[in-house]
């Protein structure tokens, strides 16, 4: 998937109708965990915002969530013990926390604060290693992709970047 992503910027930056200086990545969950990746492996991207960002902190949220889709690594640590390091050591090659110390461009994490999915813990641990110009959204009494007011909230922040604010669509 991370390379799909990546291969998705270059086809983007090579069709002569796009104006590359207007590359945003957005996502929500997987989508948001891929926007922060792709963001630090790619500096055609000029922004993005990720929503209830998954692919965060692998061990901290298997600690606190029982319950997909962490617990399927969970399930494999109980049934490979003498694996178990191994795959938390394999999986910080997947994290976007430890990506996020690359991303060079403004972005934007939200999170639902009764996150049932991704813990809203390791959501903000991926706020926290952002190093550049970056936002928090919080939704209290949110769970996973239900805060009523995010998709607006994402075009109007997308807009206001690439100067499009107050433009009828």
């Known amino acids: ?11 983007l930056t090579s069709q002569p109708e796009i104006d590359a200086e207007r590359i945003y990545a957005c996502g929500s969950s997987q989508g948001g965990g ?3 990746i792709t963001s630090a492996l790619r500096p055609e991207i000029k922004g993005g915002v990720s929503g ?3 692919l965060c902190c692998y061990p901290e949220a298997m600690s606190l969530f029982q319950s997909y889709p962490y617990d399927e690594l969970a399930c494999y640590a109980r049934a ?23 991303i060079k461009c403004p972005m934007v994490v939200g999170i639902a604060l009764d996150d049932e999915v991704c813990p809203p813990e390791t959501s903000y641990a991926a706020y926290e290693a952002l190093t550049g110009d970056k936002e928090l959204w919080l939704f209290p009494n949110s769970g996973h992709g239900n805060a009523h007011d995010y998709p607006g909230q994402e075009r109007a922040w997308i807009e206001r970047q690439i100067g499009l604010a107050g433009v009828a669509s």
């Not at 998937?1 to 086809?11: E, H, L, Y």
């Not at 090659?93 to 690359?102: E, H, K, L, S, T």
């Open 80 to 102: 490979y013990p003498d694996q178990k390091d191994q795959m938390l050591e394999t999986l910080k090659y997947f994290d976007a926390v430890n990506f996020a110390p690359r």
């Open 52 to 54: 209830y960002p998954f």
């Open 1 to 11: 998937m991370i390379a799909d992503c990546v291969r998705g910027v270059d086809f």
């Open 34 to 36: 891929l926007t922060l």
